[in-house]
């Protein structure tokens, strides 16, 4: 809720005429309150674990053959009974504990000190917070990961994230519900350190989840425009620690590759990545007829 009853007051608050920006923030939380406008972040995730894995699961239905080479396990198909299971079981983890998390929470944000005010902040200081936000998320959640691959950790709680070997867009958020608690610290971390306003807060939770679905969405589209972004992972990155499953003690990091490369967690990626290569040159030179029973090898192999 903002201090001042008209757009009159909040500029001679500001000393300046509100920005259109502004005006729009203004008109639309002057009357709400930070708890209310916080708990947004219930809807906004809804929408995005409910919509953002539509145009997938349509992909997954309809196998389009100019798109199915993009496909990093093209042997693996889901029904959509499968997909659908998938989301049902995401929804009652998300009433159950997400929903809830958001609802209890607050007095968190409060303490870190995110505010809802004005002026609002720059798109340069949104930037610069998201992606201090992500690197602080990335390398938490890669240590947080990697113990979670621990024996303990992987049979209590993560082996219900690998339960998809090949992920897709639906299982981003599927997890143990003990995983979503403990996960939720890393994504937290990034904002109690460089608070920042609402607004950037929302983008945070909302890109974090919209960047998970796309690691593992099961398609590496040459397109993507987060290939563009320095050390980024991506869903070929990630699909190959799930394909590789339980005993995976590969590709931890969520967001970006340097955390894997640094503590040497890249190594059986890097290694098949070479393979490959390797594979691609001796079938152009007519030495390999097919690329086995490897997903991962036929997959490449094909999309040459
Ligand atoms: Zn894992
Ligand atoms: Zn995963």
């Known amino acids: 809720m903002l201090p001042f009853g008209t757009i009159d007051e909040a500029s001679a608050f500001l000393g300046r005429n ?11 939380s002057a009357r709400k309150s930070d708890y209310f406008l916080y708990c947004h972040n219930i809807l906004f995730l809804f929408i995005i674990f409910s919509v ?8 997954e239905m309809k196998r389009f053959a100019a798109l199915e080479k993009y496909k990093i396990q093209p042997k693996v198909h889901f029904s959509l009974s499968d997909m659908f299971r998938c989301y049902k079981d995401v929804m009652r983890m ?15 944000i409060k303490m870190i000190g995110i505010r809802s005010g004005l002026p609002l902040p720059s798109v340069w200081e949104i930037v610069a917070q998201l992606v201090v ?20 950790g992987y049979e209590k709680i993560h082996c219900v994230h690998h339960e ?22 890393p994504s937290f971390l990034g904002p109690a ?6 607004i950037t807060f929302w983008l945070w939770i909302a890109l974090r989840q919209i ?24 869903a070929d990155y990630h699909d190959y620690h799930h394909y590789v499953g339980g005993q995976s003690q590969s590709n931890f990091a969520s967001v970006f590759t340097y955390c894997d490369y640094i503590y040497g967690t890249d190594k059986g990626y890097r290694y098949q990545k070479k393979i490959l290569r390797k594979l691609k040159e001796e079938m152009k030179n007519g030495g390999v007829q097919n690329g086995g029973s490897n997903p991962f090898l036929s997959q490449d192999l094909k999309s040459d």
């Open 18 to 28: 509100l920005t259109f920006a502004e005006t729009i923030w203004f008109n639309y």
């Open 52 to 59: 953002v894995p539509l145009p997938l699961v349509f992909l």
């Open 94 to 108: 998300f009433f159950l504990v997400v929903g809830p998390l958001q609802l209890v929470s607050y007095p968190s």
């Open 133 to 152: 936000y992500f690197i602080i998320e990335d390398y938490t959640n890669y240590w947080v990961h990697r113990f979670l691959h621990g024996k303990w």
């Open 164 to 185: 998809y070997t090949a992920p897709i867009g639906f299982a981003a958020p599927y997890a143990h519900w003990a995983e979503v608690l403990i996960l939720g610290i």
């Open 193 to 198: 350190i460089v608070p920042g306003h609402m």
């Open 211 to 234: 960047e998970a679905i796309e690691t593992h969405s099961g398609y590496d589209f040459p397109w993507t425009p987060t290939k563009y972004l320095p050390f980024y992972g991506g």
